[in-house]
């Protein structure tokens, strides 16, 4: 089946690590993305890529990276800098990105729940 | 600048009960509308989207929405709710001319079925 896998599903962080999440998607979409999810807030942008080797910051990068080297592959780097990392993070993917391809529907990865101790 | 609001954090319905998740936006020009559905530690699932045509709009287990350009909504309905249906619920948008790097996630509603 086709589908984003998301992974570790949870994580624990001391102060001062970096940790990497891994996402991988086979529904051979061009467009990847990152967003956060914290309690009684709406899904925010974090990183986003159109195609590969290259990406864009969203709408809170401050204290994140990612990478884009494969289509299938977007991985999210929380660094240290990153002063509140302790959150639910979700991949999603989709065909396009720009008109009414922009339009098709995200497909979310299951999650992973990351925090800092 | 866009957004979307869903003003209400919780409904609760008895099960068979119609059931409404209400959703407005503010957006340039026209809309791309979205409802997701989220299961607890779940990624969100796509349920239905309204891009151009018909105002009511169909989509998955049962649900529907209907657009309403003059007061800027986009309610999630369903005639009988079941205690399956029960979760968070995200309304979506951004605009026509834009980018999907624009799209503007609702807080999201949890809805509760009561059996």
């Known amino acids: 089946d086709g589908g984003i896998t998301q992974s570790p599903k949870y994580l624990f962080r001391k102060e001062g690590q970096n940790v990497t999440l891994s996402c991988e998607q086979n529904?051979?979409?061009?467009?990847m993305y990152w967003y956060r999810q914290d309690p009684g807030q709406g899904l925010r942008l974090i990183y986003y890529?159109?195609?590969?080797?290259?990406?864009q910051k969203g709408d809170i990068a401050e204290g994140y990276s990612v990478s884009r080297e494969k289509k299938e592959s977007f991985p999210l780097t929380v660094t240290s800098a990153q002063k509140n990392p302790t959150a639910f993070y979700l991949c999603?993917?989709?065909?396009?990105?720009?008109?009414?391809?922009?339009?098709?529907?995200?497909?979310f990865g299951a999650g992973s729940r990351l925090t800092v101790l | 600048a866009q957004s979307v609001a869903q003003p209400e954090d919780q409904v609760n319905v008895a099960e068979g009960n119609p059931l409404t998740v209400k959703c407005t936006y503010s957006v340039s020009g026209n809309p791309y509308l979205f409802w997701y559905v989220q299961y607890p530690n779940r990624g969100l699932q796509f349920l239905l989207k309204?891009?151009?045509?018909?105002?009511l709009v169909k989509g998955s287990y049962g649900f529907e929405a209907e657009f309403n350009k003059s007061q800027t909504s986009f309610h999630l309905k369903k005639p009988s709710a079941l205690v399956s249906d029960s979760a968070l619920y995200f309304c979506?948008?951004?605009?026509?001319?834009?980018?999907?790097?624009?799209?503007?996630f609702g807080s999201g509603t949890q809805l509760t079925v009561l059996p």
């Open positions: 309204y891009i151009t045509g018909d105002n």
């Open positions: 890529s159109q195609i590969v080797n290259d990406f």
């Open positions: 529904l051979n979409h061009d467009a």
């Open positions: 979506a948008v951004r605009g026509t001319s834009g980018s999907a790097r624009q799209l503007t």
């Open positions: 999603a993917s989709s065909i396009g990105f720009k008109g009414l391809s922009g339009a098709n529907v995200l497909t």
